[in-house]
Nanobody, 123 residues
Framework: QVQLVESGGGLVQAGGSLRLSCAAS????????MGWFRQAPGKEREFVAA????????LYADSVKGRFTISSDNAKNTVYLQMNSLKPEDTAEYYC????????????????WGHGTQVTVSS
C-alpha cells in the first residue's frame, strides 16, 4: 500500500503561481507513474498532468500545457506540480494519484488517490 498526501494549495491572484506537492509513503517501490487531477464544483475530475516515477515521460492536458510543470524527486518520494500563470478556471480541488505502468490520462487507470488540496484563483 502507498499513501499519498497533497499540500501546497491556497488562494492566489490570477497570474500568480503555486507549487503543489504530493508525498508518497509506504511501499513506494510499487509506484511506476504519478498523476495530478483536478475537480471543480459540479464538474467531473479531469486529468492535469502525469509523470513516470523516473521523470523521463510526462503528459499534460492541453489546458495547462506551457503553464504547469510536473516533476518528481525520488529521494524524497515526492511529486510536484508547479503552476504558473494561474487563471480563475484553474480553481479546483487538486488530487495526486499513482498507477502501475506508464503515465496515462484516464483516471480509471490510477489505483490510489490522495485526499486533495484546494486551489483558488481570484480574478
Amino acid at each position: 500500500q502507498v499513501q499519498l498526501v497533497e499540500s501546497g494549495g491556497g488562494l492566489v491572484q490570477a497570474g500568480g503561481s503555486l507549487r503543489l506537492s504530493c508525498a508518497a509513503s509506504g511501499r513506494t517501490s510499487l509506484i511506476y507513474a504519478m498523476g495530478w487531477f483536478r475537480q471543480a464544483p459540479g464538474k467531473e475530475r479531469e486529468f492535469v498532468a502525469a509523470t513516470s516515477w523516473s521523470g523521463g515521460t510526462t503528459l499534460y492536458a492541453d489546458s495547462v500545457k506551457g503553464r504547469f510543470t510536473i516533476s518528481s524527486d525520488n529521494a524524497k518520494n515526492t511529486v510536484y506540480l508547479q503552476m504558473n500563470s494561474l487563471k480563475p478556471e484553474d480553481t479546483a480541488e487538486y488530487y495526486c494519484a499513482l498507477k502501475k505502468g506508464p503515465p496515462a490520462r484516464a483516471r480509471y487507470e490510477y489505483a490510489s488517490w490522495g485526499h486533495g488540496t484546494q486551489v483558488t484563483v481570484s480574478s
